[in-house]
């Protein structure tokens, strides 16, 4: 258990409709980062959220958004469904806002996306 | 062009090999670099992590980088079947605003026993 949390493990849906996803960081952790992996692109970094403020963004949709909460977890919401968005999300946490202050970061086991 | 370029494999090996998994980058602004190992339906964890040319060790891993070339290695000495996992580097650099780490796609690799 690498101690970030992530719920739920597994969803399907249908196109066009919205979900949220779930993610608790190690405790401790202030820094919340956001991953999409699918087969043909990788890990994908979505977007960052520092002690309850976005600090940096990166490929993530304008259908996408997340937010973090005074307790430190955080929800990435994901609306209008396409069946492209299908992937696993994962979350990751670190103490600092910089990864490489951190020496990396740590994984949650992440969410399995199925949009039919 | 990907700012970190991987081979993804499958690379397969017998027990007991030396494997050497690669990526290479663009950008010599990048100055940390790492290895994930991802098991099936697991999220990466951290192997190794360095931010400077040359060699470092930990048991049977050795990350190696060359920032002349813009290359990283892993190296794993003999190899277990346990070792079998999707194997990712990262790189990260301090640009105003990059504060997320950039991934490879991923070898995977398959130890036969």
């Known amino acids: 258990d690498s101690g970030v949390t992530q719920t739920p493990k597994h969803l399907i849906t249908a196109t066009g409709q919205r979900v949220t996803l779930r993610c608790s960081p190690r405790?401790?952790?202030?820094?919340v980062y956001w991953y999409q992996q699918s087969l043909d692109q990788g890990l994908q970094f979505l977007i960052q959220y520092y002690n309850g403020e976005e600090r940096a963004k990166g490929n993530i949709l304008e259908r996408f958004s997340a937010q973090q909460f005074p307790d430190l977890h955080s929800e990435l919401n994901l609306s209008s469904l396409e069946l492209g968005d299908s992937a696993l999300y994962f979350c990751a946490s670190s103490v600092e806002a910089d990864p490489y202050l951190n020496y990396g970061y740590t994984f949650g086991s992440g969410t399995r996306l199925t949009v039919v | 062009q990907k700012e970190v370029e991987q081979d993804p494999g499958p690379l397969s090996v017998p027990e007991g090999a030396i494997v050497s998994l690669n990526c290479t980058y663009s950008n010599s602004a990048f100055q940390y670099f790492m290895w994930y190992r991802q098991y099936s339906r697991k999220g990466p964890e951290l192997l190794m992590y360095t931010y400077s040319s040359g060699n470092k060790e930990d048991g049977r891993f050795t990350a190696q980088v060359d920032k002349s070339s813009k290359y990283i290695s892993l190296f794993i000495r003999d190899s277990q079947p346990s070792d079998s996992a999707t194997y990712l580097c990262?790189?990260?650099?301090?640009?105003?605003?990059?504060?997320?780490?950039?991934f490879g796609s991923g070898t995977r690799l398959q130890v036969q026993p």
């Open positions: 990262a790189i990260h650099r301090q640009d105003t605003g990059r504060r997320a780490l950039t």
């Open positions: 405790s401790g952790d202030l820094s």
